[in-house]
């Protein structure tokens, strides 16, 4: 069962989610940039990073799934957040050139469908960000947080996944090396700095960016032994024999 969004807002309220959202914010910063001029899409509960994408981009969109329930997105502005199923989002083909999943693969029923429904409406050569729970890290137990519910993932679990729905991964990082403890949140940037060196592995979040790739892949061939047969080098049928020694003999 999907964790209400008046649950997640209420995580990234508190000392925690900010610096949890911050620290994250900075990853996707890193691989997109700006995002000048594209088309954004956030699946899950994606509202509190896309703002820092929105200024720029040409168009910014916040899915919810209908289990975990909508709120207005961006707070104060007019609304981009919709209401919808992840398995048949409500936009058309090819549309997004870059899409955020994040609070939504852990508790999927089908995470292989909801990412190919994500690719579908991925552009060509579009790129998509998937953040999960790391399953051995601290964070997927810690039941007070978001990502302390639904199935973590493993690096090598997360690309089989990309690759099952058509998408090729790309690059991928690491985020959230410091204890889910709210006392501990305003010490998160030197746990991040500690923990990439000294703990890498134990990370709180994986992020997997893919890609959309449409080009037609040629099949590996199979070796198989084959008669070849040589042009002109074919013996006459006895037929064309008798009928050859008949017209030499006439002649």
Same mark, same amino acid.
């Given at each position: ?63 919810? =799934? ?112 410091? =204890? ?38 040629? =099949? ?32």
């Amino acid at each position: 069962m999907r964790r209400d969004v008046l649950d997640l807002r209420d995580f990234y309220a508190t000392p925690l989610g900010q610096a949890a959202q911050a620290l994250i914010a900075r990853k996707l910063a890193e691989a997109w940039g700006r995002a000048e001029g594209l088309d954004l899409m956030g699946l899950g509960y994606a509202a509190p990073y896309l703002g820092a994408f929105a200024r720029d981009a040409r168009r910014a969109v916040a899915a919810m =799934p209908a289990a975990q329930g909508v709120e207005a997105w961006p707070a104060g502005g007019r609304n981009l957040a919709v209401l919808g199923d992840e398995y048949a989002l409500p936009f058309g083909n090819a549309l997004f050139d870059r899409v955020l999943v994040i609070h939504a693969l852990e508790e999927a029923d089908d995470p292989v469908a909801m990412l190919r429904e994500v690719w579908r409406v991925m552009a060509p050569s579009g790129r998509m960000i998937v953040a999960a729970a790391n399953r051995v890290g601290f964070w997927s137990d810690a039941e007070a947080t978001p990502f302390g519910h639904g199935r973590p993932y493993t690096r090598n679990q997360l690309e089989t996944l990309v690759r099952e729905a058509d998408l090729e991964p790309l690059a991928w990082s690491r985020a959230l090396f410091g =204890p889910p403890l709210q006392w501990t949140a305003r010490w998160a940037e030197g746990f991040e700095q500690a923990g990439a060196r000294l703990w890498p592995g134990l990370s709180g979040l994986i992020l997997l960016e893919a890609v959309k790739r449409t080009f037609a892949v040629r =099949p590996r061939g199979r070796k198989i032994p084959a008669r070849v047969f040589v042009p002109g080098a074919l013996a006459p049928s006895p037929a064309r024999k008798a009928v050859k020694s008949r017209a030499l003999e006439r002649s």
